[in-house]
């Protein structure tokens, strides 16, 4: 089994943080492709992006340590992510880097841009475009998207409630919308836990065919 943990590109240098990770113990990496949330790493907002991506792998490769999942941006609570939008199109970017570097697939949340009550069907015509508007790319790169089970604060009685996917019939019938073999599902168990939803009834009704993530 595989034991990662997140990557942080601003803090220290890829050769300092992927080291440190090795050195730690863990057997591989999960790719943090956000930056502050919304932004992509520095390093990677070049246009010399696809050299870079190659030279992390280069090393990664050199020190054993695979990268396992990767992560894209924040941006599900921004707006509709359009492909002529400049997040999808950041998207898109972190796609094909985490591909370069190795990972198998990225977690890439659900649109979640407006209160989730009330907007149920709403967002999920949203993600339906938006995760269908991916799959090209996932194809393309050989890389599987994963969504996400996701939360929302309430402000006005500043308590955390369900959103995008939190239920697991629903994060199921998200992966079966899309019915691609580049769709699948990210179970975050945090997050599980901050909406009540059983872990167990998440993992038997996404069953194996589906499930493909863990956080």
């Given amino acids: 089994m595989l034991v990662s943990t ?24 999960d790719l943090s492709l956000m930056d502050r949330g919304t932004d992509i790493p ?20 050199s020190i054993g340590l695979p990268c396992n999942q990767a992560h894209a941006i924040f941006g599900s609570h921004l707006g509709a992510a359009k492909p002529d939008t400049k997040l999808f199109a950041d998207t898109v970017r972190c796609m094909e880097i985490a591909a370069i570097i190795g990972a198998k697939a990225i977690v890439v949340h659900p649109m979640q841009f407006v209160p989730y009550m009330g907007n149920v069907e709403f967002l999920k015509k949203e993600n339906y475009e938006f995760y269908k508007d991916l799959v090209p790319y996932a194809e393309k790169f050989g890389i599987i998207v994963l969504t996400e089970n996701m939360w929302q604060f309430n402000p006005n009685n500043k308590t955390i409630v369900q959103s995008t996917c939190a239920e697991a ?20 168990i945090g997050h599980t836990v901050l909406t009540g939803e059983s872990v167990k009834n998440m993992i038997l009704t996404l069953g194996h065919d589906r499930l493909f993530g863990l956080h």
Avoid: N, Q, W
């Fill in 6 to 29: 997140a990557t942080e590109f601003r803090t220290f240098d890829y050769k300092t943080t992927l080291k440190m990770m090795k050195d730690a113990g863990f057997t591989a990496f």
């Fill in 42 to 61: 520095e390093i990677f907002c070049g246009d010399d992006y696809v050299k870079v991506a190659h030279e992390v792998r280069a090393y990664a490769d």
């Fill in 169 to 188: 019939k629903e994060f199921a019938e998200y992966v079966d919308m899309i019915d691609s073999p580049y769709l699948k599902a990210c179970l975050d």
